[in-house]
């Protein structure tokens, strides 16, 4: 019999009206920042709710760099990031000039251990950067409860947590600032792209959000601009922006499917002596991103690479999200070798499953025999 196709971690669903708006904007003779720029941003506030400003930028990267560098945030400073994240999560903070502290976080969320931040606050710190990690919103209550008492900013990393909702209220609604991405595997994607939602009351952080999107220019009323600060360029093109706006409007269906899909992932492992690695199951509100599960390799006598390898014949891509930071050659220097001890188990063991709107349950349950079958678990049934 013959193998079904190749089924990878993810896939960006791009249908025929998304072609459509690209060949349209391609076609307007405007085709950097401009109109879908501004519509997206529109859109987004509106789909965010809330009394909220959005500006979008060429990436979430960008985004959170700029979001620092506005507050005023640089050497001397210090913020606290989780030590299981992206790069780009801690990268900003040191590109600013300021001290990345890393606090850990708990084995089933990958969120932020709120009681570590809680030890890690000092007269120094001045931000702290959750990351609501695979779409799994951090405690709000705890989190803002805790910023609000050592007076310093929060700026969400929320690149996992579009349409996400705590309490039912979104992700980017309220809050102090927060960042989206819309890579290409996130659950909305503008190809590359990011944006920021702040507080509408905020304005002169968007206006010094805009200045420093696009090289610190300050249009005038006759039409020409002033400089009024050194800023690089993150502007999102109108391309980029009319890819957004159509994949806004599948977006909560979308992320539905993911959670339909993420639930047969929990019906097939649960039972299953893999269960003790799943992900906390969250409730309604989690945007599922990702599904990740902790796979003790050498305990099934293998390890990441052979995993991979034999996933991978048997038609079924697997990813790594991610290393722990502090595991990393640039942030290991720094860091004692027993900090972070759930960030670092994550990161040796932590194997990304396919989860994408387009997969089937039908898929899921394929990956779960797979799995079972390459690490030679025996389960009593998968379903
Ligand atoms: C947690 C986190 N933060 C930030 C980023 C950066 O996003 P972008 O690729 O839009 O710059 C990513 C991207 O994967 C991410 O996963």
Redesign the pocket.
């Known amino acids: 019999m013959s193998q079904p196709p190749f089924l990878p971690f993810t896939r960006p669903s791009i249908d025929d009206a998304t072609i459509e708006a690209v060949a349209s904007v391609l076609r307007s003779g405007w085709v950097t920042s401009g109109p879908e720029v501004r519509r997206f941003e529109e859109e987004l506030e509106a789909y965010l709710g809330g009394e909220r400003r959005v500006r979008v930028f060429a990436?979430?990267?960008?985004?959170?760099e700029e979001v620092l560098r506005a507050l005023g945030i640089g050497p001397g400073d210090e913020v606290i990031v989780p030590a299981m994240?992206?790069?780009?999560?801690a990268n900003v903070v040191r590109r600013v000039g300021a001290r990345v502290v890393f606090a850990d976080v708990g084995l089933s969320t990958r969120n932020m251990d709120l009681d570590h931040v809680a030890r890690l606050l000092g007269p120094r710190t001045r931000a702290i950067m959750p990351?609501h990690?695979a779409g799994l919103p951090v405690d709000m209550d705890r989190l803002y409860a805790l910023a609000r008492s050592a007076g310093v900013r929060v700026v969400e990393?929320a690149?996992?947590a579009i349409g996400a909702r705590w309490h039912g209220q979104r992700i980017g609604s309220f809050g102090d600032v927060v960042?989206f991405?819309?890579?290409a595997?996130?659950n909305l994607t503008s190809i590359?792209?990011?944006a920021v939602s702040v507080s509408s009351a905020d304005t002169a952080l968007v206006e010094r959000l805009e200045r420093l999107r696009f090289h610190g220019l300050c249009k005038e009323p006759d039409g020409s601009y002033d400089i009024e600060c050194v800023a690089s360029k993150h502007n999102m093109s109108d391309v980029c922006a009319s890819i957004g706006r159509q994949q806004l409007r599948h977006l909560d269906r979308w992320n539905t499917l993911r959670r339909n899909l993420a639930a047969h992932y929990f019906t097939h492992l649960e039972s299953s002596p893999l269960a003790p690695g799943l992900p906390e199951r969250g409730d309604e509100g989690h945007a599922w991103h990702l599904f990740s599960l902790l796979v003790p390799f050498a305990q099934y006598g293998t390890d990441r690479a052979r995993f991979h390898a034999a996933m991978h014949a048997q038609g079924i891509g697997v990813g790594t999200?991610?290393p722990a930071l502090p595991d990393t050659t640039l942030y290991g220097v720094e860091i004692p070798a027993g900090d972070c001890p759930n960030a670092r188990t994550i990161g040796r063991q932590t194997v990304t499953l396919p989860l994408f709107p387009a997969m089937t349950v039908q898929d899921v349950k394929r990956v779960c025999s797979t799995l079972h079958s390459v690490l030679r678990v025996r389960t009593t049934a998968t379903a």
Not at 85 to 89: E, G, I, N, R, V
């Open positions: 990436h979430a990267t960008g985004a959170l994240t992206f790069a780009a999560t990351v990690f990393d690149a996992h960042v991405s819309f890579h595997n996130k590359e792209g990011g999200h991610y």
